[in-house]
């Protein structure tokens, strides 16, 4: 099993559709989670942060259900600049290597008009 | 604010040959690292510093992959020699602190290797 597993789509929805990704993770001493975003071509950079009560930033919005181990990000009213690719990420615990983050594959977005 | 700054952008070398990319963290940064990132795939963490120690390199194929972090700034990572498989973008990416869960890690345009 994959520490970190997203449904890597693709998703393809037009201009102001509301679109839900999902992410498993299997470590259950997993400490922080976080969603990230990648352009094509581009390096990952962060979308948000996930809180175990739920948290949104615009348009965009997190839960977490550690009972689950498992990770959620909606976006509505999608917008053309959504397009890209979506990386659920686990910051895995343990030792001295915090920091450590595991990255599922990704779920790729195309929003059209 | 500067970002994290890699060289080169592109790569393209012959398999068995070898091959350094170059790194240089956001200023102040103690921890660094090296992913891979296969296409398709999710980035994968080849190693992690704090300042110029290793603290995990246990996804680093030591047989032909090294690195180092000469100082507690820049780093390189080297690959002697290549193979097709290697055909991947590397990422470098740093983060202010060593310890906690929850600082952001930036990350550098990347290197994108071609092995043919």
């Known amino acids: 099993r994959k520490e970190v597993e997203q449904d890597p789509g693709p998703f393809n929805v037009p201009e102001g559709a509301t679109v839900a990704f999902n992410c498993t993770y299997s470590?259950?001493?997993?400490?922080?989670f976080f969603w990230y975003r990648q352009d094509c071509r581009k390096e990952p950079k962060l979308l948000m942060s996930?809180?175990?009560s739920g948290n949104e930033d615009g348009r965009f919005t997190a839960q977490l259900n550690r009972a689950s181990q498992y990770i959620s990000l909606l976006i509505r009213d999608s917008k053309l600049s959504d397009s890209a690719t979506y990386l659920c990420?686990?910051?895995?615990?343990?030792?001295?290597?915090?920091?450590?983050?595991?990255f599922g594959q990704g779920t790729i977005l195309t929003v059209h008009p | 604010e500067a970002g994290v700054a890699q060289s080169p952008r592109y790569k393209i070398i012959e398999k068995r040959q070898s091959v350094a990319f170059w790194c240089n963290p956001i200023?102040?940064?103690?921890?660094l690292y090296w992913y891979q990132q296969i296409l398709g795939q999710g980035p994968k963490l080849l190693i992690q510093?704090?300042?110029?120690?290793?603290?995990?390199d246990s996804q680093l194929p030591k047989d032909r992959f090294s690195a180092e972090r000469l100082k507690g700034v820049d780093s390189t990572l080297k690959i002697q020699p290549a193979k097709l498989e290697d055909s991947a973008v590397y990422l470098c990416?740093?983060?202010?602190?060593?310890?906690?869960?929850?600082?952001?890690?930036?990350f550098g345009p990347g290197t994108r290797l071609t092995v043919l």
């Open positions: 990416a740093s983060r202010v602190s060593t310890s906690g869960f929850t600082d952001t890690q930036y």
């Open positions: 470590n259950s001493a997993s400490q922080s």
């Open positions: 996930v809180y175990s």
């Open positions: 990420v686990v910051n895995q615990a343990g030792g001295t290597s915090y920091g450590k983050l595991t």
């Open positions: 200023s102040g940064h103690a921890t």
């Open positions: 510093f704090q300042n110029n120690g290793v603290v995990d």
